[in-house]
């Protein structure tokens, strides 16, 4: 098992423009989100999704959209960049039952936008 | 609003000086508390979760316990492979999903 995967690892935008980060997993997980990480700051979730084509708003989901057309995916669409959007984004998974609630990350996408 | 608080921010230690930090949380009924491990440029690793007060899991060097308003991770004996930020994150009884996660303790054991 690969577990979650993310691509790109860095990413370097300049304002305005419009990218997808990529997240996939491999453990059939139902549960899946988008986190990003700040200094000082604790992970905010942006987006998440209990399953193929349900998503749902985080705690900071402005400037971003999310799509979940097949269990494994999960992009991250940043539409028009800003540099308050510069940080390091991670993709995380779980089983919507047992397994302890243990959630899996992914290795994280460093983003600046200039 | 549920609200995690970890202590302190920073933790110098000596190997072999053992040591606990601290989350303190305000939820409305806990569902889980989660602690992780991330190390620099790294996703955060699962370590532990505590379900209810009294509650106590351990590995390796560190061992997890719970109370009704905090959690601490204490770490015995360590050694210079333990040092990276510890997080932690608690799960709210009404939300299905949703993590809050405290800003973390950034830990370094030296030789």
């Known amino acids: 098992n690969a577990g979650v995967t993310q691509t790109p690892k860095f990413q370097v935008l300049k304002t305005g423009q419009s990218m997808t980060l990529q997240c996939a997993q491999d453990m059939n997980h139902e549960y899946m989100s988008w986190y990003r990480q700040d200094p000082g700051m604790g992970l905010r979730l942006i987006h998440y999704?209990?399953?193929?084509?349900?998503?749902d708003q985080g705690e900071v989901p402005n400037g971003y959209n999310v799509s979940r057309s097949t269990t494994e995916d999960f992009p991250l669409r940043l539409l028009s960049a800003a540099p308050s959007q510069t940080s390091v984004y991670f993709c995380a998974s779980r089983a919507s039952q047992g397994a302890f609630y243990e959630q899996y990350f992914g290795p994280g996408t460093r983003l600046t936008v200039t | 609003e549920d609200q995690v608080t970890q202590s302190p921010e920073a933790l110098r230690l000596q190997e072999g000086e053992s040591s606990s930090l601290n989350c303190s949380y305000t939820?409305?009924?806990?569902?889980?508390l989660f602690w992780y491990r991330q190390d620099p440029g790294k996703g955060p690793e699962f370590l532990f979760t505590l379900y209810s007060a009294g509650e106590e899991k351990e590995k390796e060097r560190l061992k997890a316990t719970l109370t009704k308003k905090e959690s601490f991770l204490h770490i015995t004996a360590p050694k210079p492979e333990d040092s990276a930020t510890y997080l932690c994150?608690?799960?709210?009884?009404?939300?299905?999903?949703?993590?809050?996660f405290g800003k973390g303790t950034l830990l370094t054991v030296n030789p």
């Open positions: 999704s209990v399953g193929a084509g349900i998503t």
């Open positions: 994150a608690v799960q709210a009884g009404g939300s299905n999903y949703k993590l809050t």
């Open positions: 939820v409305s009924g806990l569902r889980g």
